[in-house]
């Protein structure tokens, strides 16, 4: 394990691909950056719902816990 956090960029690139992975073509997944380094790194879906929020707490997304909490977001938003 490194002993420092890869880039932003690097983490959501990692999420991107495993939430890709995980639904395949059901979702299109976005990023935007912040002009500056604001601490911030949500998972949000198209309906406004906040899924996650490092800001808020969350941290990153490290853990299953934390992926299988954003993927039934997901799931649930899929079926409605």
């Known amino acids: 394990m490194a002993a420092c956090c890869p880039p932003k960029g690097e ?4 999420l991107k691909a495993d939430l890709e992975q995980e639904f395949g073509t059901d979702v299109v997944i976005t990023g935007e ?11 949000q879906i198209e309906n406004g719902k906040l899924l996650h929020s490092k800001k808020n707490g969350d941290g ?20 409605s």
């Not at 983490?11 to 990692?14: C, L």
């Not at 950056?33 to 998972?43: C, D, H, R």
């Open 11 to 14: 983490i959501f690139r990692r």
């Open 33 to 43: 950056g912040t002009p500056q380094a604001t601490g911030y790194f949500e998972v």
């Open 60 to 79: 990153y997304v490290d853990s299953e816990a934390k992926f299988h909490k954003i993927t039934k977001g997901i799931e649930e938003a899929l079926k």
